[in-house]
């Protein structure tokens, strides 16, 4: 199966205007959109839109919609103009013990013929909103690396402003995954993440040992998230006004890095 278990570490680094740093070991899943019924099947821990001690619900991605993310992603690189019908993995954290909070989820997805043609970027805000960037992977890029960038569309946290861009360096699944998100403003970066994890077979007894060395991961998660942002506030970190989420669900890049959309 393509589907797997990746465990590893997220660091952020602050750069400016006041330094901050954090690491948190985390786990995420690959899954193959069209092995999840198997999965499902196979795995006693882990289950498809029912509760489990690890569980994936469809409409916690994507547009929430029954059909779940196959189809909205689809409905994405048709409107790029990319083929459809080749393989599509997600990578993301598991609902454990029915609750779980992405603020990333990232879905790579293969041409039909094989080889990857598109990343899509899912983010999610503690405000509740969500928007995703799709990104083509330009032909030449057949090094282990992928490098990406697209401007912000979405707030996402409270202490940066909206007029910034991201920039991707991805080492896409293998024995090895690497997503590094850097965020920038006019004068360089600010902000600099990134979640780097080995592979690990998908299996009972890995998603055991999963849970045991990261107990109640996804509410660990939500939870950082707010003492993270309780340490910048003391240390003066500046608070920016929340702006309306885009209009747009999804924002498509094209290969030259300009938005398709307004």
């Not at 609750?99 to 043609?117: E, R």
Request: charged share 20%.
């Amino acid at each position: 199966m393509n589907s797997a278990l990746y465990a590893g570490d997220v660091v952020h680094q602050r750069l400016r205007p006041l330094r901050h740093r954090l690491r948190y070991r985390v786990f995420s899943l690959l899954v193959d959109l069209d092995e999840l019924p198997a999965l499902a099947a196979r795995l006693r821990l882990l289950s498809l839109d029912r509760f489990n001690l690890f569980s994936i619900h469809r409409r916690d991605h994507g547009a929430g919609e029954a059909a779940g993310p196959r189809a909205h992603v689809e409905r994405q690189l048709q409107a790029a103009g990319l083929p459809v019908g080749g393989a599509i993995r997600l990578l993301a954290m598991p609902r454990i013990l029915g609750y779980a909070f992405n603020p990333l989820a990232v879905y790579f997805c293969d041409a039909p013929s094989g080889g990857l043609q598109a990343i899509l970027y899912e983010v999610n805000n503690t405000f509740g909103e969500r928007h995703s960037y799709l990104i083509p992977v330009a032909p030449e890029q057949d090094a282990p690396w992928i490098e990406q960038r697209c401007d912000k569309r979405m707030h996402v946290s409270p202490f940066l402003p909206l007029d910034m861009h991201y920039r991707f360096r991805v080492r896409p699944p293998g024995e090895q995954l690497s997503i590094g998100v850097q965020t920038h403003d006019a004068e360089g970066a600010v902000l600099l993440a990134r979640f780097s994890a080995r592979r690990v077979e998908l299996s009972d007894a890995a998603l055991l040992r999963a849970f045991c060395t990261h107990p109640l991961l996804t509410l660990k998660v939500v939870g950082a998230i707010h003492w993270e942002a309780l340490r910048l506030w003391r240390k003066g970190a500046r608070l920016h006004p929340h702006p309306p989420a885009p209009a747009d669900p999804v924002t498509l890049v094209t290969r030259n890095t300009r938005d398709l959309t307004p």
